[in-house]
């Protein structure tokens, strides 16, 4: 690897704009969480397997920004004025066909290493493995292209909340409970609301290339109130676990409230097809979503520990 960067330092860069590497704390975060519900786990838990699942769960991330990258660029999604993608297929850095094997390469190794959780665990991670293989391909891949037709919230927030959260905990203990399912919650909501903020600077771009998502069709004024529900939600579960006999320890998230007061008024400020005003306010809700997720695993574990 080392000599593959001093040989082709620019390339290696190229690739790793491609994949977008700040992007990753969505695939990471629910892993923590997944992790942290695993220290309250009164059974074995198979520690050993924590690095193999960040390792797969970036894995598939990358794979789907790649393979996303590829089929937007087809598209006609991505243009030299728009925002959203890497940039490297519009600027001509890396060729469309390059960039969508890269993705594909990306999941058969992440897929390859899911089998070492297939012998520990089985048909049911098999099951989930297959899931979020077709969740990353076919969120822009087509004959689905679910990104295209209104379904990309609703099923991120399946995809990058519950499953993974679900998942690690699965792969790290073979069992699943109740609180796994509510502790999903709020992470989904978060990740949801990345893509929301994305979709929502782009009503326009993406009306114009025949998208339909959540936000175009709401339009600019009442798709903000969606965005304010996913941001709110998380909270709101949060706080109701506390209420109902979950680790108090949980209220720390609410440290993270300037970061979620910030994006809101953001959005709130917001001008309708002027992307501008919003640039950047998916990049600033993916760090309010590392945020509470950083906290939310902090107060699980002190919920345990203390």
């Known amino acids: 690897m080392t000599e593959l960067i001093e040989k082709h330092p620019g390339r290696v860069k190229i690739w790793f704009q491609a994949v977008r590497p700040f992007s990753f704390t969505a695939s990471a975060v629910p892993v923590l969480v997944g992790a942290a519900l695993a220290f309250m786990y009164e059974g074995a838990v198979a520690w050993i397997l924590l690095p193999l699942v960040v390792i797969c769960s970036v894995l598939f991330q990358a794979g789907t920004n790649t393979v996303s ?58 099951i989930l493995g297959i899931v979020g293989l077709i969740g990353g391909i076919f969120y822009t891949a087509k004959p689905i292209g679910y990104k295209y037709i209104a379904l990309g919230d609703i099923l991120v927030f399946i995809l990058m909340g519950p499953l993974m959260v679900i998942g690690s905990f699965f792969v790290l203990t073979g069992s699943c409970n109740y609180q796994v399912i509510i502790s999903s919650m709020p992470v989904g909501f978060l990740v949801s609301a990345i893509l929301f903020a994305n979709n929502l600077r782009d009503i326009k771009h993406d009306s114009e290339a025949n998208i339909r998502t959540v936000a175009n069709i709401l339009g600019h004024k009442r798709a903000r109130y969606i965005y304010y529900i996913l941001i709110i939600a998380a909270y709101a579960v949060v706080a109701a676990m506390a209420a109902t006999g979950f680790s108090l320890w949980l209220l720390l998230v609410f440290l993270s409230a300037p970061l979620a007061l910030k994006v809101l008024k953001e959005a709130h400020n917001s001008i309708p097809d002027d992307a501008e005003t919003i640039a950047t306010l998916d990049v600033e809700t993916a760090q309010l979503h590392l945020a509470f997720g950083v906290i939310f695993t902090v107060g699980i574990i002190l919920g345990v520990l203390i």
């Open 69 to 126: 990258d590829y089929y937007d660029f087809c598209n006609d999604v991505d243009k030299d004025y728009t925002h959203g993608s890497s940039r490297v297929i519009v600027d001509g850095l890396l060729k469309p066909r390059h960039v969508l094997i890269g993705g594909l390469i990306m999941f058969f190794i992440a897929c390859a290493f899911g089998i070492v959780f297939v012998m520990f665990r089985g048909l049911p991670i098999l």
